[in-house]
Nanobody, 123 residues
Framework: VQLVESGGGLVQTGGSLRLSCKAS????????MGWFRRAPGKEREFVAA????????FYVESVKGRFTISRDNTKDTVYLQMNSLKPEDTAVYYC?????????????????WGQGTKVTVSS
């Protein structure tokens, strides 16, 4: 059981990044998936989540209109497209596999977590 994030890096304000999270098949295709982040000195924060088939997704208010979560079940991969990045988006981003078929904003509803990928947005 493994979730591996990639795609983080350093980007200027207004730039874009696409994060990827590759999952073990048996924990991915029937599970909702989510992205969380932890900024320096702050608590872990929900960012986005999607259902097992990508049919239902939702976001924290601060990223609505800028971030898009999607998934490709043929590749066991979930993505987070991040546009119009701001310095306050700087954080380590984690993907997680839900215990359920739907996504959730609640940490306790996720069973498996990746190691994280760092995103730094310079001003």
């Amino acid at each position: 059981v493994q979730l591996v994030e990639s795609g983080g890096g350093l980007v200027q304000t207004g730039g874009s990044l696409r994060l990827s999270c590759k999952a073990s098949g048996r924990i991915f295709r029937n599970n909702g998936m989510g992205w969380f982040r932890r900024a320096p000195g702050k608590e872990r924060e929900f960012v986005a989540a999607t259902s097992w088939n990508g049919g239902s997704s939702f976001y924290v208010e601060s990223v609505k209109g800028r971030f898009t979560i999607s998934r490709d079940n043929t590749k066991d991969t979930v993505y987070l497209q991040m546009n119009s990045l701001k310095p306050e988006d700087t954080a380590v981003y984690y993907c997680a596999a839900s215990r359920y078929a739907v996504g959730s904003s609640q940490v306790e509803n996720y069973r498996y977590w990746g190691q994280g990928t760092k995103v730094t947005v310079s001003s």
